[in-house]
């Protein structure tokens, strides 16, 4: 193990993203599991990576912003798609939105084709790159996961049709170039998973200690290891998670 690599300065901000991640993913994730679409969060991450492909396709990789919008814009029209085909087809959303994911999927290779690079660029869209995270680029992160928050708290009980997609893909949206599509599936679905026997607050309250946890032991571990730090904050989650699920009591019948 190597013990030099426990540098605070580059876990400070990385478990500091996590958290900001959390945040808007442990509540929102619940409200997934409740409507079962389980798989929506990959899709429309997935979509949002698509936009931030194509930015730097077309040669914005160098502005910031733009590559911000085309990712907004990519999972805002997922989004979109998806609140109509549920009114459409409510049916078949689930495979929808699993053929959307594919489609995603497929079009971020045929885009990086001819990148010598594609192969390195899918990795880091898939894994995230949460050690490369500064206190600098969490400034608008942090902006935009407490006004969506906020704003969950203040309207929870009526977000729910094309609201719930656009909250949806604003989020994913700000936290899938952090920590990468399998990371924000994580966040979204296993804590609201492990604590499916709990409501209200103590539900809200065990997710964020679940994924906190998960996520601090994660950093650690990948740094001492030099391992890939999102796919061990994925492993950790769901390890803390299952072990959470056997000690949390099954309610009184």
């Keep these: 193990m190597n013990w030099d690599a426990l540098d605070w300065t580059i876990i400070g901000p990385a478990m500091a993203g996590g958290l900001l991640v959390l945040s808007t993913h442990v509540p929102l994730g619940q409200m997934v599991l409740k409507r079962g679409i389980i798989f929506i969060d990959l899709a429309v991450a997935q979509v949002a990576g698509l936009g931030v492909i194509a930015a730097s396709v077309f040669g914005w990789q160098d502005n910031g912003w733009v590559v911000q919008i085309a990712a907004v814009c990519a999972a805002l029209v997922a989004g979109i798609f998806l609140r109509w085909t549920e009114k459409r087809w409510p049916h078949s959303q689930e495979a929808l939105i699993g053929t959307l994911f594919v489609l995603a999927a497929t079009g971020s290779i ?53 609201g719930f997609y656009i909250t949806f893909a604003f989020v994913v949206t700000a936290s899938v170039q952090i920590v990468g599509v399998y990371l924000v599936f994580a966040s979204l679905i296993i804590p609201a998973l492990s604590t499916r026997r709990l409501s209200g607050v103590k539900r809200i309250s065990a997710g964020y200690f679940i994924g906190s946890i998960s996520y601090l032991a994660g950093i650690v571990l990948s740094a001492l290891l030099d391992l890939p730090t999102g796919a061990v904050i994925v492993w950790t989650m769901a390890l803390i998670s299952v072990l959470a699920g056997f000690l949390i009591p099954r309610p009184a019948a």
Excluded: C, F, M
């Design 110 to 162: 045929l885009l990086l084709a001819e990148n010598p690079h594609g192969g390195e660029y899918l990795k880091d869209l898939l894994v995230g790159q949460i050690l490369w995270t500064t206190w600098n680029t969490l400034i608008p992160i942090s902006v935009v996961s407490t006004a969506l928050l906020a704003a969950w708290l203040v309207l929870r009980d009526r977000i729910w049709g094309l």
